[in-house]
């Protein structure tokens, strides 16, 4: 077959995806092409019922995220991420056929063209974006949905805070609370065992607003250590709002912490390792345990307040 009756099927079986994909009848004629008719619905003028169609197209067929230059497509013209084009060993996902590393220059230029609503939108984010600058608003909006904040297992589940407090009742059975002071005991029968890091949470429910107190044993370096420390189901703009204070006491000893919530934003496993927080060397620890040293008991009494 010649190159130009190639070209000819290749337009054609494009022309075909259109008008499937297409909600209204489409007569495959060239003026009807979806990109036009998408348009204005895709300004996100607020109740007008948006088109899909070009949305769709952006849309990697392999991870489902909207896909940013470099756009690859195989020689059948199916499109690709950049990033699922490296995972495929250079087979088209959709065909089969060898990938090759040609660009779709068209695709990048309609995305470029598009003003598109952040797709947190159903959470309440009423910001419009030229293409681009979507995908980099996406990744800090405030109303993007927060990863749960429980420590101990790889929990994959995300949502808004009281998604996420329904949640964590019911999946995690963490206690909860009321009240801006707190009283807790921690008590481990055997305190040298530090290595499996033992962690708890506790949620307080205060000033409207939820906090997670974290408690957990770990190592610096080659010393173990517990530590406790608060964060803020929130963004970090609101958290800074908040002041704590942590207070261990026993056996005549007493070591206090104020600090500033850190926002669930930041992960458990950073604010842990930035030491943002009160931090008990084990031996002093047991101290405050008091008796044989056999069984670690540690009183923490807390308070959160708001800054004026
Ligand atoms: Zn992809
Ligand atoms: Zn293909
Ligand atoms: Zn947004
Ligand atoms: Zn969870």
Redesign the pocket.
């Known amino acids: 077959m010649s190159l130009g009756g190639r070209f000819c099927e290749d337009v054609a079986e494009s022309r075909m995806a259109f008008a499937d994909s297409d909600v209204a009848t489409s007569t495959g004629d060239v003026r009807t092409s979806p990109f036009r008719k998408a348009a204005p619905g895709l300004l996100g003028i607020p109740g007008m019922p948006s088109n899909h169609n070009v949305h769709d197209l952006l849309e990697?067929p392999?991870?489902m995220?909207l896909?940013c230059p470099p756009i690859h497509q195989c020689p059948n013209g199916h499109t690709?991420?950049s990033?699922?084009k490296a995972r495929v060993h250079n087979c088209c996902p959709t065909c089969r056929n060898e990938l090759g590393n040609i660009r779709c220059l068209a695709l990048e230029k309609v995305a470029e063209s598009l003003d598109l609503p952040c797709r947190y939108q159903i959470y309440g984010c009423q910001d419009i974006f030229p293409y681009y600058s979507k995908l980099k608003h996406e990744k800090i909006c405030k109303y993007r949905p927060y990863n749960c904040p429980y420590a101990g297992a790889d929990c994959s589940v995300t949502g808004d805070i009281q998604l996420l407090m329904m949640h964590l009742k019911n999946d995690h059975k963490v206690d909860m609370h009321d009240g801006c002071t707190f009283n807790h005991r921690y008590v481990k029968s055997n305190p040298q065992e530090v290595d499996n890091a033992t962690w708890m949470l506790t949620i307080f429910n205060c000033f409207g607003r939820q906090f997670c107190l974290h408690f957990e044993a770990f190592h610096i370096g080659t010393a173990p250590v517990y530590m406790a420390f608060l964060r803020f189901m929130g963004d970090d703009d609101e958290a800074k709002q908040f002041t704590y204070s942590l207070e261990v006491s026993g056996s005549g000893r007493k070591l206090i912490w104020q600090g500033i919530p850190r926002s669930i934003r930041d992960s458990h496993r950073k604010v842990r390792d930035s030491q943002d927080g009160l931090i008990i060397q084990r031996n002093l620890a047991l101290f405050f345990s008091g008796g044989n040293r056999q069984e670690l008991k540690l009183k923490v009494a807390g308070r959160i307040w708001k800054e004026h």
């Open positions: 990697c392999v991870c995220n896909m690709l991420c990033s699922c």
